[in-house]
């Protein structure tokens, strides 16, 4: 007769152990250490065609709406996700980090807009990184853009310089205050310049509008130095013609800081004068009155 050694025994005895474990629904044992696994697969070890693991969920996709804390980027409170924004902008730096002394003038309501003035058509103005012309550019503004203002104002000492912080589409930055200010109401002017002659070329007529306006302001007694002073920030072709935009600046009340001018102009042989109008330049604000935008 073939004799049994104690070692069959005592594998035979676990693995009906662990098939009784199974059979319960129970977890099978740990083998002992001293057990040598075989290549075979045992029962409480399924094979790989077996095995059936359920697919992961799909992820939800992502919304465009912004949470209420914003992003890494400063949007949120104060500031949308950006959109209709300029491009650019920084991390809003800290109150005590930043130079000159915190005012509360003309550009200190967080939300609401400014417009660039006096920039040339072929500049931009600079937006940086702290109320301070040697620091980082963080953004440019078109000269016939607008901002958003963050609510804070800074007094440089030394230059006695306004500085305003602006919103930007990733962040913050701060203009010279010397090139914003608000528009108020528009009027149609066109009879003041019916003796502006034709030209060749319509920025000879932009030209002369801005130069018969500032020399009409040179006689003025409330007109101060070193204005008056003209500049165009911006032309583009239209239906039939021209339009320009001049800015006309050194008005003595510190209400009206001059009139933007549009100035339409038809072609025929050369340029001619078609209309004008003229908008109201506010240094500290407008306000509505009787359906009118007026300075403040």
């Known amino acids: 007769m073939r004799s049994i050694r104690p070692g069959m025994i005592t594998i035979t005895a676990a693995a009906a152990l662990m ?3 199974c059979e319960n629904g129970d ?3 740990q083998p002992d250490p001293g057990v040598t696994a075989t ?3 045992t029962e409480s070890e399924p094979t790989e065609e077996d095995t059936d693991e359920p697919e992961p969920e799909p992820e939800p996709e992502p919304t465009d709406e912004a949470g209420d804390e914003g992003d890494e980027n400063g949007a949120g409170e104060g500031q949308d996700d950006g959109a209709g924004l300029p491009p650019g902008g920084v991390e809003r730096v800290d109150e005590s980090a930043l130079p000159g002394t915190e005012t509360m003038m003309y550009f200190s309501t967080e939300g609401s807009t400014a417009n660039v003035v006096r920039v040339e058509y072929d500049d931009v103005l600079n937006v940086r990184a702290m109320p301070a ?3 980082e550019i963080v953004g440019e503004i078109e000269p016939t853009g607008a901002v958003t203002l963050a609510g804070r104002e800074r007094m440089v000492e030394g230059s006695g310089d306004l500085w305003a912080e602006v919103e930007l589409a990733e962040g913050y930055g701060w203009v010279n205050s010397t090139y914003l200010a608000f528009l108020a109401a528009t009027e149609d002017v066109t009879a003041d310049f019916d003796e502006v002659p034709p030209a ?3 920025s000879a007529i932009a030209n002369s509008v801005g130069e018969r306006v500032a020399d009409s302001l040179e006689g003025d007694d409330d007109a101060h130095g070193p204005w008056p002073e003209w500049v165009v920030i911006g032309s583009t072709e239209v239906d039939g013609g021209w339009a320009s935009w001049v800015d006309v600046t050194g008005m003595g009340d510190d209400s009206v800081l001059g009139y933007r001018y549009h100035v339409v102009m038809s072609e025929t042989e050369g340029y001619e004068i078609q ?10 604000g407008v ?3 009787d359906g009118e935008m007026l300075c403040l």
Do not use: F, G, K, W
């Not at 209309?275 to 500290?284: F, G, H, L, Q, W």
């Open 39 to 41: 290549d075979e697969p």
């Open 200 to 202: 060749e070329e319509p």
């Open 287 to 289: 306000s509505e009155e």
């Open 19 to 21: 098939l009784a474990a």
């Open 133 to 135: 012309a040697d620091t």
């Open 27 to 29: 977890e099978p044992d």
């Open 275 to 284: 209309s004008v109008s003229a908008t109201a330049i506010c240094s500290r």
